[in-house]
């Protein structure tokens, strides 16, 4: 089955399998002849100057010998001219000189100098013409730079149309020595400085590595060339643009040193003939016009930023395809040809299409181009071409061949055909003979049915413009529509009923009977009654019922409403509003049975519709005045309302306020506050930023509560408010306006101030006489402060290291006798308020006064390393401003200080008066040292002295009697080291 679906598809595409590899066979031997080179030269130049012109290349440098040149200087240029040009370029330190000037023999004057030039220039590189061909004899170099090695090959290669598109790397000479040309000479000299050299990578395929760079040499089929001659090393060129390829600068202005300062280090100097008059001018791609020629020199000089631009800059050399991938090339567009051709299309799209093709197939080849390929165009266009040709010809032919005998057959059944067509004529004759008497029936239906839609469109327009059906008066409204109902359509009953509220029942609202012009109403139908009618009115829109005494969905009527009153047919409307069922609209027929069409249930349905405005009219009313009701409540409510109540606008209008805000801003009424203020966050505000932040909270939130701020009144006093509001928006999501509530809260801002002020106060006390961290801990301990019974200690802690100093005055008792109680005291208060200000200056902690004493410790509540030293510093501070220290009689004053360092308890005690004291051994030897101690002397023990002795002078006491302790050794604390 598979085999012969591939047979039937193979032949079905046999134009494509055919056509497409004999036209590539028949493309591939035609191009081998040669005969496509010129066009796909022509397509490569022009490639060439599609190209987008690159940067000038700045490390290669012309020095252009010009007509104006030759005017000055002469021709040919003598030796010693060309030895100071030479000699000139060399104090700029190029990094490679190429002399495009054949020196074969000498030109006097200066032979001598320039000799001396060439030995002196390893970088210099002459040239010679090694092969003798149409353009000139073979030209021998000049001795001395063959002597050196310091000689490279001025031969080019034209193809048969005269321009140069391959460039020679090197060759072999008559003795069969390979010899490289200028520019790739000079070019591997300039790379060779770049740490670069020549790597063979495949000796016999001639593959060479240089840099970023492989090259490899031509082959006789390469890109659109067919049996070209290979001799020497060729690739293609890939000359940049002619337009200012490379800088340049004149003979003259060499010779005159006239060269800018960086312009020719490290670079690629070439030196050489632009003058047209000399005829070193060659054809190129770029070339297309015989003016449009490039100088022998430049050529020299594309070569080596060829190869430079390759090795360093990973320029692209000209590629092409092998011979078996472009034949791949070619085939692929013959196959795209042929599928082109063996189409049924007309011909117009064949050729847009073939040139959509040759379009695309062009652009491919040229940004290949732009990577560096040369790919073949003309053949496969050819091959495309030939193969959509012969395909549509042969299609063409097939299809003339089909239409022949299509002819031919059909003039064979014509005959029959028409014996066949009278029969159906006879036939349709007949059958349109009836339709025409059907459609004058139909027509006079038709206009009888629209003489009704008339008459029906007329009521519907007369009852829509009936104001009853919109003031909201449901009784007049539901009369109007039956008696239209009945008189319009001729039946014998028309009735509206609705729905209550539980959906259990139907209502009579009204009923009307032309035959007596009576309307009534009240009567009930309920669910528990009739269930299959309210499960029928529930599933449909429209009960149309014809023979309502045989209908199942009115069988429930039957005995006791439709057999007496002998109704035969009826229509149930569903009257619906907001998309609820409000109830029915129930037109009825007595005696014989009704066909109802369809345009009277269409008129049922618009008198339903109109039943729905009128009862949605009366909804409308009901609302109405509920919501001016509600509104003359709310009115009262914002008009006697206690607290302010405001509506603003973003940027700080106000909308509406009651009296009440206006009362609390301190206006006479709202209207006095909407013509004074007219920016809130600037006139009502203290801070105009608290607007600004009840913005963005109220933008983030949707709504602020209890936003509390500063406010000027009328009279420019401050209050303080409460806010409450919200955003008011749109159903788009778009602010409206900003809605709250203002609260005046000043009497509480007040005495919350106060509150703090006081609590302020109570906090100075409590740190005044006791440490800050000690405070907060008793505060956090009320429970044991208020039951002091309590086992417990309210704070108690072990210090293992701290520094106690105690301090007093010398013959106190002595100076208080002399001396007022007033004046007593206050000079204690002098004493203790100097100790206490270098108390806080040290960090230290005051612990207490007893009569003259004061006591300091250093290291507690929080532990620090330094705490020795800084009693230590305390303590010469002490004595310091004792020695300035006077009476008001201007006695002086002396003190005693001792000193002590190891461990003590602290804590607080007691329920009143309670305060921070110390307890251990530690309290009792610094109080000792200040008893045992001297006027004007600052005495410490030896756990005191060692912490400190790197850091202060000491002087050694020696041993004293210490009460409870026996013999110690002691020490007075000097100064500071």
């Known amino acids: 089955m598979w085999a012969k679906q591939i047979r039937q598809r193979l032949w079905q595409w046999r134009g494509i399998w055919i056509t497409a590899p004999a036209m590539t066979l028949a493309v591939v031997v035609f191009r081998l002849t040669g005969a496509l080179q010129l066009l796909e030269w022509a397509t490569l130049d022009q490639f ?53 000037l054949y020196r074969e023999l000498p030109i006097a004057p200066g032979r001598e100098q320039l000799i001396q030039i060439f030995e002196s220039t390893p970088n210099l590189i002459g040239i010679s013409k090694v092969v003798s061909n149409p353009l000139g004899s073979s030209v021998p170099p000049p001795t001395t730079l063959e002597k050196l090695g310091q000689v490279a090959a001025n031969d080019f290669v034209l193809d048969g149309d005269g321009k140069l598109r391959r460039v020679l790397v090197s060759l072999k000479d008559s003795r069969n020595k390979t010899i490289t040309t200028l520019g790739s000479r000079l070019a591997i000299m300039y790379l060779k400085a770049e740490g670069i050299e020549v790597k063979v990578l495949d000796a016999k395929r001639r593959q060479l590595q240089l840099g970023k760079a492989m090259f490899q040499p031509m082959q006789e089929q390469d890109g659109g060339y067919a049996n070209m001659e290979i001799g020497g090393y060729q690739i293609l060129a890939n000359f940049r643009h002619p337009i200012h390829p490379f800088p340049s600068i004149s003979l ?70 092998t011979e078996p991938v472009e034949w791949l090339w070619i085939l692929g567009w013959a196959l795209v040809g042929a599928r082109l051709g063996w189409t049924l299309k007309p011909p117009r799209w064949t050729i847009i299409n073939l040139l959509v093709a040759n379009s695309a197939l ?83 239906a038709l206009r009888q049915s629209e003489l009704q839609l008339r008459n029906q469109n007329t009521v519907l327009m007369s009852l829509s413009r009936n104001k009853a059906l919109y003031r909201g008066d449901l009784t007049i409204a539901l009369r109007e529509i039956t008696q239209a109902a009945a008189y319009t359509l001729g039946i014998d009953r028309a009735s509206i009923w609705l729905y209550d509220e539980l959906k259990t029942k139907l209502c009579c609202h009204d009923l009307f009977e032309p035959s007596d012009d009576y309307h009534s109403r009240g009567m009930i139908l309920t669910v528990a ?92 009313l009901r609302a109405e005045k509920a919501l001016q009701e509600a509104e003359e409540k709310y009115r009262s409510i914002f008009e006697n309302a206690v607290e302010g109540i405001f509506q603003t606008t973003f940027d700080g209008h106000y909308l509406s306020a009651n009296p009440a805000l206006a ?33 963005r909270l109220i933008q983030i939130q949707g709504e602020v509560s209890v936003f509390e701020s500063q406010v000027y009144r009328k009279d420019g006093s401050v209050i303080w408010i409460s806010e409450n509001a919200r955003a008011v928006r749109d159903e788009r999501g778009g602010l409206l306006y900003y809605e709250g509530i203002v609260q005046d809260i000043t009497a509480r801002k007040q005495a919350e101030i106060a509150l703090r002020i006081e609590q302020e106060k109570s906090e100075r006390l409590l740190l005044n006489i006791l440490p800050g961290a000690i405070a907060e801990r008793l505060k956090q301990s009320e429970d044991l402060i208020e039951h002091p019974a309590h086992s417990r200690a309210l704070i108690a802690d072990s210090f293992e290291s701290v520094t106690v100093l105690f301090a007093d005055i010398v013959n106190f008792t002595t100076l208080s006798a002399n001396i007022s109680p007033a004046n007593l005291v206050g000079l204690l208060n002098r004493i203790f308020l100097m100790f206490d200000d270098l108390c806080e200056k040290h ?39 004792m020695k300035q220290f006077k009476t008001y009689e201007g006695q002086p004053i002396a003190v005693r200080v001792g000193i002590n360092t190891g461990a003590v308890v602290a804590g607080v005690i007691g329920k009143k008066k309670f305060i921070y004291d110390l307890w251990g051994d530690a309290v009792n030897m610094a109080s000792r040292m200040e008893s045992h101690g001297i006027a004007g ?37 000097l100064d500071r080291r």
Not at 369 to 393: C, D, E, H, R, S
Not at 534 to 554: M, R, S, Y
């Open 48 to 100: 060439f100057r599609l190209r987008p012109a690159e940067p000038t290349d700045s490390r290669i440098v012309l020095v252009d010998i010009s007509e104006a040149d030759i005017a000055q200087q002469g021709w040919p240029i003598t030796d010693a001219l060309l030895a100071k040009a030479l000699t000139n370029l060399k104090q700029h330190q190029p990094r490679a000189i190429g002399l495009d």
């Open 252 to 321: 003259t202005d060499v010779v005159n040193g006239k060269i800018p300062a960086d312009l020719l280090r490290d670079k690629v100097v070439l030196i050489g003939i632009t003058a047209e008059s000399l005829g070193d001018y060659f054809y190129t791609s770029y070339s297309t016009m015989p003016s449009d020629r490039s100088a022998g020199v430049s050529i020299h000089a594309n070569v080596a930023s060829q190869m430079i631009s390759a090795a360093l800059d990973d320029r692209p050399l000209l590629w092409s395809w």
């Open 663 to 695: 009362r609390i801003y301190g206006y006479d009424s709202p209207l006095d506050l909407f013509s004074r203020l007219h920016n809130i966050a600037q006139q009502l505000y203290v801070d105009p930023q608290r607007r600004a932040e009840f913005i």
């Open 843 to 881: 960090g230290l902690e005051k612990i207490k006064t007893i009569g003259d004493a004061y006591m300091v410790v250093g290291g507690l509540p929080q532990p620090r390393p330094d705490h020795a030293a800084a009693i230590a510093e305390m303590a010469l501070d002490m004595q310091a401003e």
């Open 529 to 620: 009654d009739h269930p299959a009618y309210f499960q029928a009115l529930a599933e449909n829109w429209v009960i149309c019922i014809n023979d309502a005494q045989a209908d199942q969905k009115t069988r429930e009527f039957y005995h006791s409403y439709l057999a007496p009153l002998g109704i035969t047919s009826l229509i149930n409307i569903s009257i619906q509003l907001g998309g609820q069922n409000m109830g029915i609209l129930c037109l009825e027929q007595m005696g014989e049975p009704r066909q109802w069409t369809i345009e009277e249930q269409n008129f049922a349905g618009s008198l339903a519709d109109l039943t729905s405005l009128a009862i949605e009219a009366q909804a409308r």
């Open 937 to 973: 002397g600052i005495q410490v023990t030896e756990s005191t002295y060692q912490l400190l002795k790197d850091q202060y002078r000491f002087e050694e006491r020696g041993s004293i009697q210490v009460k409870g302790r026996g013999e110690m050794q002691t020490y007075f604390l």
């Open 362 to 444: 062009v652009a491919i080849a040229y940004l290949l181009f732009l990577q560096g390929g040369w790919i073949v165009v003309v053949p496969p266009v050819l091959a495309m071409m030939g193969a959509t040709v012969v395909n549509k010809a042969y299609i063409l032919w097939e299809n003339l061949n089909d239409s022949f005998r299509s002819l031919e057959e059909y003039s064979r059944t014509l005959e029959q055909r028409v014996e066949v067509r009278t029969l159906e004529l006879s036939q349709k004759n007949s059958q349109l003979y009836q339709e025409i008497q059907e459609r004058q029936r139909a027509e006079a």
